[in-house]
C-alpha cells in the first residue's frame, strides 16, 4: 500500500509541519504503508520551499530544509 501525494504547504508553520508529518510517517510506516511527498523541490518540498521561518542550509544552489531532511531519513 501506498500514500501518494503528501506533505503540508509552506504557510504552515515549520514546527507544524514536523510534529504532524512525524505523526504520518509514524503511523504509516507502522502499518506497512508507503509516503511520497507531494513535491521534492518546491512550496511543498525539501528544497527551494520558500518557508519564512525554516533556517535553510545551501545545497548545490538551493535551500535545503535539513530538519525535514533528517526526520523523513528517519522513516526510511
Same mark, same amino acid.
Given at each position: 500500500m501506498h500514500c501518494g501525494e503528501g506533505g503540508t504547504y509552506n504557510r504552515t508553520p515549520h514546527k507544524v509541519v514536523l510534529a504532524w508529518l512525524r505523526d504520518v510517517l509514524e503511523i504509516l510506516t507502522s502499518n506497512g #504503508?508507503?509516503?511520497?511527498?507531494?513535491?521534492? $523541490? &518546491?512550496? =511543498? &518540498? #525539501?528544497? @527551494?520551499?520558500? $518557508?519564512? @521561518?525554516?533556517?535553510?542550509?545551501? =545545497? %548545490?544552489? %538551493?535551500?535545503?530544509? $535539513?530538519?525535514?531532511?533528517?526526520?523523513l531519513q528517519e522513516f526510511k
Open positions: #504503508i508507503g509516503l511520497a511527498l507531494w513535491n521534492f $523541490r &518546491g512550496s =511543498f &518540498g #525539501i528544497l @527551494d520551499s520558500g $518557508r519564512k @521561518d525554516v533556517q535553510y542550509e545551501d =545545497f %548545490h544552489g %538551493h535551500k535545503l530544509d $535539513r530538519k525535514l531532511l533528517n526526520l
